[in-house]
């Protein structure tokens, strides 16, 4: 990526000597004594006969503390935006407002195809804390369905490793547990999942008659990664109260898929994850417009920014918007491009236009020429890079096929 911005003219940002921008990550975690206790609305202690084996984790993204609250079931505790019509969200008919989301891992496991894929987008237990804290729960369980790859196992500590300081408290307990919550409401586990794995957007959560203390502690090992961000001067004067407009794409991906968020099946485990789409496209794109935009004539500083740890938690873009080499309040708008390379039936999804009240009316315009099918999402709350900018309130679209 270096090597193609400086044969195109591109430079570091100003006062900066290098390419790369270092950050600071959780590298590994170590669960140093996390415990469970449910209690029934009589009072009586649910406990699984296995107690003296291990059968609740933390989450590696978890924070360190202690919740006391009622427990809710969020079914797989996604929430996917209304795209082309369709729209999915758990938490529609339940309410987790200071309670414990309970939700199962993955994605409702009996989808194909597009649909599939999609679920799968929003599935990250990262996106998962995230969307449970955003409606106001104060902790989430995770459990493992009996219909799910890796049955009835405890989410392992590699798995997302990298989000800390999350703002939930959150942990992984085993299939035994997981049968004891919803045996309180005499249901199987399997057969709630089964209710749900169809991809049904209707089939909901519910309340569970338990009431738990929640206790999450974890020790962890920091690590360092770099974002690549490179930068192209203005060739006139800048009148703009924003002198920069801010370019960026995720250059990571899953490897071998081992830490989660792959859509590859028991027999395609552990092989290489290329992520040609995701998001060799998105920087292919990028690395294009600064090649484009290098020989014209600019009235704004254009900065490029090729983020690192975005599978593990926006760990890269969250840095540059705390580190703030450009002031954010200088940006006058961030273009995300994330999973670009795969244009079906000539349709751009267009993400985040929420975020600016000029976006849908600019973006319409601009593609009058080009003539894509337009599909506009307002929520600018999504499993990518576009949310540490938009958090900034920094103006920001997400564009998407």
């Known amino acids: ?26 590298a590994g975690v170590e669960d140093s004594g996390t415990t469970l206790a449910v209690q029934t609305d009589g009072g009586s202690l649910l406990a699984p006969s296995s107690s003296e084996e291990l059968s609740v984790r933390g989450l590696a993204f978890s924070d360190t503390g202690v919740v006391d609250a009622p427990l809710v079931f969020a079914g797989y505790g996604l929430s996917v935006p209304e795209t082309d019509g369709f729209s ?42 995230f969307t449970a804290r955003e409606r106001g729960a104060k902790g989430l369980i995770v459990v493992t369905g009996p219909r799910s790859p890796n049955a009835g196992e405890l989410v392992p500590l590699t798995f997302d490793n990298a989000m800390g300081d999350s ?20 249901e199987s586990l399997e057969t709630v999942q089964a209710a749900l794995d169809t991809g049904n957007p209707h ?47 995720h250059y990571d991906h899953l490897g071998y898929g081992r830490g989660g968020d792959s859509l590859a099946r028991a027999d395609e485990a552990h092989e290489v994850h290329n992520g040609a789409d995701d998001n060799a496209s998105g920087v292919a794109a990028i690395l294009s417009i600064s090649a484009s935009l290098a020989s014209v004539e600019r009235n704004r500083g254009l900065v490029v920014a090729f983020w690192s740890g975005e599978e593990l938690g926006l760990l890269g873009s969250a840095d540059f918007v705390r580190q ?27 993400q985040a236009v929420g975020s600016s009240p000029i976006w849908t009316e600019l973006v319409q315009e601009l593609n009058e020429p080009i003539g894509f099918d337009l599909s506009f999402v307002a929520d600018p709350y999504l499993p ?11 103006p920001s679209l997400a564009f998407f096929t």
């Open 167 to 186: 703002g939930i408290v959150a942990a992984t307990v085993d299939g035994e547990i997981g049968s004891l919550l919803f045996e309180s409401v005499g």
């Open 88 to 129: 999915y969200d758990s938490y529609a008919a339940v309410d987790v407002a200071d309670k414990i989301a309970v939700v199962l891992r993955y994605f409702p496991e009996d989808t194909e195809g597009e649909l599939r894929g999609t679920l799968s987008r929003y599935a990250g237990l990262r996106y998962k804390a």
């Open 1 to 26: 990526i270096i090597g193609e911005l400086q044969r195109v003219g591109l430079e570091p940002l100003p006062g900066v000597e290098d390419f790369r921008q270092s950050f600071i990550y959780t």
């Open 324 to 350: 703030e080499p450009v002031p954010m309040s200088d940006i006058a708008a961030y273009l995300n491009f994330d999973m670009v390379g795969r244009l079906r039936e000539n349709t751009l999804t267009v």
């Open 203 to 249: 089939a909901g959560g519910f309340d569970l008659p338990l009431h738990a203390e929640l206790e999450v502690k974890l020790e962890r090992q920091e690590g360092i990664g770099n974002n690549v961000i490179g930068y192209l001067p203005p060739t006139v004067p800048v009148s703009a109260d924003e002198p920069y407009v801010l370019l960026g794409a």
């Open 384 to 394: 990518t890079d576009v949310m540490s900018l938009n958090a900034a309130e920094v």
